[in-house]
């Protein structure tokens, strides 16, 4: 009950929006512009010919290789970051300014190092991925209370279990946010790099679309499946913060 | 009894800016093995703060605190500190807390922890998480988790300040139990100048801030203590006296 007063007021903005859509493209006699009815037609036939399957799955291994390299170095050093005050002084402001450059000013850099293979959008996700994780995972050891920190230094553990017991589950909320955001930016930089370089993903068919005959219809399609996996995705997330190992975050 | 601490002139400042706020002015104080001392002062004087020092969390600006005749560089499993705030580590359940300072000589990690979390009435919660218990359930959960290292020393700054009067009786009680078969060297700060009399041998007053020592009153009652005892209530009023408050 109380789940369908949340999903409702969405529910009905979007359908609104879709009727507006349809009535604007009715009325203004559009040629090239699709109505509705025509995007699905349109999704309809590429999952009849088997490409829209094949478009998702090269997107979503491309995202998945880049992120997945991403979190194998990024918590790594941001762990290390966040406990070595000379490591952080170190390569945090080099990480500060290579943060805010869009993973899209690389793709020539990409294309002239990997080609246009898959490496190249899988570099790029990973650069994408990988700076606010980084950032994170560091921001989140700085930010466990001390109180902690000092009992485990009390009671003399070993290295080992000082990280497993306390440092990581302290962090583990904040890698979560972190791979949360990162995950995000892995999605939107795939579409984007696939735009540019490839013969397959997500991207590459919306490009291929417009390239091949105008068929917007398809190009709409694309950004909405787009936008339903991205939603998907963060819900995977979301999943996670609901874990019983970092609930204690949540619950007080 | 043999000296167990002894700290020789430490002084203590914190700067904030330009301005430099003295805290602690020349504390000297010898706890003998297996003594309990009870250290009292009014709010804010520093009391915190040398519980630190002494428990090696903080270096003094001035002087020297040795342990075992040895110089305290920094904190140690011997001696275990009962931070103010609570220390329980939130992301683990009461028996992972109980066994976390536990070292590899431990055969059966698990039981020493449910004896402890038994001995503080924590029976039944070991496998609960510090949000589902009270704020006296979480203290009586890091004085166990201090208690299963067997720590030669306990530094306990107002453990029982979260717990109402009974619970606080109760594990007092319990402390004192302990106290006989184990013998720990106990340092306790707390407000209540009755707590004090009931379990120290001495009671240490501590001027306002900077903090010096103002008097120190010797306990001399065998335990166990009756708090109704009239020259135990005479005590606590000679030190109340003493901390400027008439009763
Ligand atoms: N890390 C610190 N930095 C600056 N001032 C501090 C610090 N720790 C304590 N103080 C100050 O020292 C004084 C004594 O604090 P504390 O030892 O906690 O007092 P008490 O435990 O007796 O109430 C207070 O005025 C407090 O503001
Ligand atoms: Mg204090």
């Known amino acids: ?20 859509w349809w009535i604007v493209v009715v009325k203004t006699g559009s040629v090239i512009f699709p109505t509705p009815l025509q995007v699905v037609t349109g999704a309809l036939e ?3 010919d088997g490409t829209l399957w094949e478009h998702i799955s090269s997107s979503l291994m491309r995202v998945g290789a880049g992120f997945l390299l991403a979190v194998l170095t990024a918590i790594p050093l941001g762990l290390w970051m966040g406990r070595v005050d000379g490591a952080y002084a170190t390569l945090n402001p080099v990480f500060q300014i290579m943060r805010p450059i869009s993973p899209i000013a690389w793709i020539p850099l990409a294309i002239l190092w990997f080609g246009v293979g898959n490496a190249s ?11 606010p994780l980084i950032v994170q995972t560091a921001a989140g050891v700085h930010t466990i209370e001390p109180r902690y920190l000092n009992a485990a230094e009390n009671f003399g553990v070993s290295r080992y279990k000082l990280y497993r017991q306390v440092v990581i589950p302290a962090v583990l909320p904040d890698l ?11 999605w939107l930089v795939v579409v984007a790099a696939e735009m540019i370089a490839l013969r397959s993903g997500l991207g590459y068919m919306i490009m291929d679309s417009r390239n091949a005959g105008n068929r917007y219809d398809l190009v709409i399609a694309g950004m909405i499946i787009i936008g339903v996996i991205g939603l998907l995705l963060d819900g995977l997330m979301r999943l996670m913060e609901g874990h019983k190992s970092v609930r204690w975050r949540y619950d007080r | 009894m043999t000296d167990k601490i002894v700290i020789k002139n430490i002084k203590k400042s914190f700067s904030s800016g330009s301005e430099s706020k003295a805290v602690i002015d020349g504390i000297n104080l010898t706890i003998g093995d297996g003594e309990f001392v009870a250290i009292v002062g009014p709010s804010g004087c520093g009391k915190s703060t040398l519980m630190k020092m002494i428990a090696g969390f903080l270096q003094p600006d001035e002087g020297s605190i040795a342990v075992d005749g040895v110089e305290r560089k920094g904190p140690n499993a011997n001696g275990i500190l009962i931070s103010q705030h609570g220390s329980v580590f939130p992301w683990l359940t009461v028996q992972q807390n109980l066994m976390f300072g536990l070292n590899d000589e431990h055969i059966d990690k698990a039981a020493v922890a449910d004896h402890y979390a038994d001995l503080v009435g924590l029976k039944g919660f070991e496998q609960h998480y510090p949000r589902e218990l ?22 306990m700054d107002e453990p029982f300040s979260a717990l109402d009067a009974l619970m606080s009786l109760r594990i007092r009680t319990e402390l004192l139990r302990i106290l006989e078969e184990e013998r720990h060297t106990v340092i306790l700060i707390t407000h209540d100048v009755e707590e004090a009399v009931h379990l120290a041998n001495r009671v240490v007053v501590l001027s306002n801030r900077p903090a010096t020592i103002q008097t120190i009153f010797d306990v001399p009652f065998a335990h166990p203590r009756k708090l109704s005892d009239p020259a135990l209530q005479q005590l606590r009023d000679d030190i109340l006296r003493e901390l400027g408050i008439d009763c």
């Open chain 1, 1 to 20: 009950m109380i789940k369908l007063k949340k999903i409702l007021p969405p529910l009905a903005l979007i359908t609104t929006l879709i009727a507006v």
């Open chain 2, 134 to 155: 009270s704020g006296g359930m979480l203290k009586r959960a890091e004085i166990a988790r201090a208690l299963a290292v067997k720590p030669e020393i306990l530094y």
């Open chain 1, 176 to 186: 979560i946010v972190g791979m949360r955001i990162s995950l995000g930016v892995a």
């Open chain 1, 121 to 131: 959008p899988i570099f790029l996700i990973f650069i994408a991925a990988v700076f």
């Open chain 1, 46 to 48: 590429l999952i009849e």
